[in-house]
């Protein structure tokens, strides 16, 4: 579940776009989100990328995460829109985490009639940290049947 960290904190967003002129990927805005504000900061009218710094309490560690949200709204997008932001978001993510050295805890992907009103708090915090399932064994074949009055070593009779 969702802890908020102390003290109360802004979190920052910074949202990127393609310039489809130059083939560029840039900056259009950041601002300071409260998790609870996220959803409502997403695009929903056109791609972008987004960077979310996410400031929270884990197991009494305070934490800050970067989470990236890939937003694509199939409705109102162009052909060439899609292919330009999905062919460029591996590059990004790539240069972010090995040239800028920034760790990204959580790659989130929204596309098709996905408006962010999915990433609520609590979604957050568990696709950050998710739930440990218990180790489940692997299914093990069977011991076959015991074969009662056979002896241990069957050896076979002597030609005497």
Same mark, same amino acid.
């Given at each position: 579940?969702?802890?908020?960290?102390?003290?109360?904190?802004?979190?920052?967003?910074?949202?990127?776009?393609?310039? @489809?002129? *130059?083939?560029?990927? *840039?900056?259009?805005?950041? $601002?300071?989100?409260?998790?609870?504000?996220?959803?409502?900061r997403?695009? *929903?009218?056109?791609?972008?990328? #987004? @960077?979310?710094?996410?400031?929270?309490?884990?197991? %009494?560690?305070?934490?800050?995460?970067?989470?990236?949200i890939?937003?694509?709204p199939?409705?109102?997008?162009?052909?060439?829109?899609?292919?330009?932001?999905?062919?460029? *978001?591996?590059?990004?993510?790539?240069?972010v $985490?090995?040239?800028?050295?920034?760790?990204? $805890?959580?790659?989130?992907?929204?596309?098709?009639?996905?408006? %962010?009103?999915?990433?609520?708090?609590?979604?957050?915090?568990?696709?950050?940290?998710?739930?440990?399932h218990? #180790?489940?064994?692997?299914?093990?074949?069977?011991?076959?049947?015991?074969?009662?009055?056979?002896?241990?070593?069957?050896q076979?009779?002597?030609?005497?």
């Amino acid at each position: 579940m969702y802890v908020p960290a102390e003290p109360v904190c802004t979190y920052q967003l910074n949202q990127h776009k393609i310039d @489809f002129e *130059k083939e560029l990927i *840039k900056l259009s805005s950041t $601002e300071h989100t409260e998790v609870t504000d996220l959803p409502r900061r997403i695009a *929903k009218d056109c791609a972008r990328y #987004h @960077f979310f710094l996410y400031k929270h309490s884990h197991e %009494g560690d305070y934490l800050e995460s970067t989470v990236f949200i890939y937003s694509m709204p199939l409705s109102t997008c162009t052909i060439r829109e899609r292919m330009l932001y999905s062919s460029c *978001k591996n590059p990004l993510v790539d240069t972010v $985490e090995n040239q800028l050295q920034m760790e990204i $805890e959580k790659k989130h992907l929204m596309s098709g009639d996905d408006n %962010g009103d999915e990433l609520t708090p609590d979604v957050l915090y568990e696709e950050v940290h998710p739930k440990q399932h218990a #180790h489940k064994q692997a299914f093990a074949k069977p011991r076959g049947p015991r074969q009662e009055g056979r002896p241990p070593h069957h050896q076979a009779p002597d030609g005497d």
